[in-house]
């Protein structure tokens, strides 16, 4: 296998046991990533007993995973007016761009913070990494930015996550101990 090959096969893996993407996702994913001499069809054969075998795997886990108790908070963020997004693009700044988004497709007045993960916390996550958490103010507020960290925090460790964060807003909300288990997207 080419080192190209070996990546998009990597990519594979880590879409997989994400639990975003179904198999017809991944197939256009690899689409967007493979080179000329991969191939293509060899590559997105790997998908399909992957699949199965992660869905085999999840036969063992817990009624209730750390990602949907991660969920559970964020919904209950989004309740209160923050808007929680997971899996939200795959850098920083794309993680921005679709808070403002979702900020934008809501009723107005709806949101007054934001927090997210994104794609490179994601990887980090299945790594066994633990999940990294931006957050802060719609309008940029400093304080507002603070408090907004904080109800999050207190959100997260109500829920049982072991929480680090010192607090300020030049630093993320870290959740060092996580076993990223997500189902399978169908």
Request: proline share 2%.
């Amino acid at each position: 296998m080419s080192d190209d090959e070996q990546y998009v096969a990597d990519s594979i893996d880590k879409w997989i046991w994400s639990g975003f993407y179904a198999h017809d996702d991944i197939g256009q994913m690899v689409d967007d990533i493979i080179g000329e001499d991969a191939d293509a069809g060899e590559l997105k054969s790997l998908i399909g007993p992957k699949l199965r075998a992660k869905l085999r795997d999840e036969r063992s886990w817990p009624g209730v995973t750390d990602c949907d108790r991660l969920d559970q908070v964020f919904y209950q963020l989004h309740e209160q007016g923050i808007c929680a997004l997971a899996n939200a693009g795959y850098t920083m700044s794309e993680g921005y761009c679709d808070v403002s988004e979702a900020v934008a497709d809501a009723p107005d007045g709806h949101y007054t913070g934001f927090c997210f993960y994104h794609g490179q916390d994601v990887e980090r996550a299945i790594e066994g990494e633990g999940v990294m958490l931006a957050f802060g103010d719609l309008a940029d507020d400093r304080q507002r930015s603070i408090a907004t960290g904080q109800v999050i925090a207190g959100a997260l460790r109500q829920a049982g996550f072991q929480v680090e964060w010192d607090g300020t807003v030049g630093t993320r909300i870290n959740l060092p101990v996580f076993d990223w288990k997500r189902r399978a997207s169908r």
